[in-house]
């Protein structure tokens, strides 16, 4: 069944984009913000609890983009608020990260199954729960794209901006649009058969940032082995990536297009 009302928690990047096209489709939508807001947003804070009060009380679904910490807020929440919508069997979606998969192999191939552990945010914890609870979690992917909010992500961006310099150029980025995020989001949201999943949210094209850097003109960061600050860094961080998107593109169906990076 198409859910009626929608609870956002999180009017940001991916939150605004979300209600604006659960809105158009007629879904009542309420948003959450820090801070009071507009119309339709509400504000809550996890971590003040006087704030929950503010939060509709009867709703088809929620949808999570914030991360899910910190662990005992995440419990005391689900005590007060989601525990009634989950056990009425209605569709809760948390956002995790791809950051919490964890391979020993370079450019290892990982899908839902593959074994993840924390990372230093501890979101992880807060998903397992409500996972286990019931909820879906969609792995979401780098995330660019232009939100409804009027804020834009955009690799040759990052690249110009400099926020890539100290990045290892052989390693994978695994990326999503914003469109495809809240298009996936929209399909779990209706499809009552989903509960307490795991669901990679991504294009399925994995692109090595030495590529990326190439397709848009940029010349190669010239940074060597011989900077022992570079050599530290690249031994320390974890292998690379790249993670399958199979299971959401069988739900999508077949001839859905996810939108490339690259071709934008």
């Known amino acids: 069944m198409k859910p009626q009302k929608v609870l956002v ?17 007629g879904v009542q939508v309420c948003c959450t913000r820090r801070q009071e807001g507009g119309e339709g947003t509400v504000q809550f804070v996890l971590e003040e609890e006087e704030t929950w ?5 009867e709703v088809d679904g929620v949808v999570w ?3 899910a910490r910190p662990l005992p807020q995440v419990r005391r929440f689900y005590d007060t608020y989601l525990q009634s919508i989950l056990d009425s069997k209605k569709p809760v979606i948390v956002y995790g990260t791809t950051g919490r998969y964890q391979v020993d192999e370079e450019h290892q191939w990982v899908d839902e199954k593959t074994r993840y552990g924390q990372t230093a945010s501890g979101r992880e914890e807060g998903e397992d729960f409500l996972q286990e609870k019931g909820a879906n979690v969609l792995v979401l992917g780098v995330i660019w794209g232009e939100s409804k909010n009027g804020e ?6 990052w690249i110009e901006k400099g926020y890539i310099k100290d990045v290892d150029i052989d390693k994978f980025l695994n990326v999503v649009h914003v469109d495809d995020v809240v298009k996936a989001t929209e399909e779990i949201l209706h499809r009552s ?22 397709w848009f003109g ?30 959401l593109q069988s739900i999508m169906g077949k001839d859905y297009k996810f939108k490339m990076a690259m071709d934008a």
């Open 53 to 57: 009060g503010n939060l509709p009380k």
């Open 193 to 214: 058969e989903f509960r307490g999943q795991v669901i990679n949210v991504c294009d399925g094209h994995p692109m090595l940032w030495r590529d990326i850097i190439l």
């Open 152 to 157: 834009t992500r955009a690799l040759k961006s």
């Open 9 to 25: 928690v999180g009017a940001g990047f991916v939150g605004s984009s979300l209600a604006t096209s659960l809105r158009s489709g």
């Open 65 to 67: 983009t914030l991360p």
């Open 218 to 247: 940029f010349e190669l960061p010239q940074a060597t082995t011989h900077d022992p600050n570079v050599t530290a860094t690249r031994l320390l961080s974890r292998p690379s990536k790249r993670v399958s998107n199979i299971l």
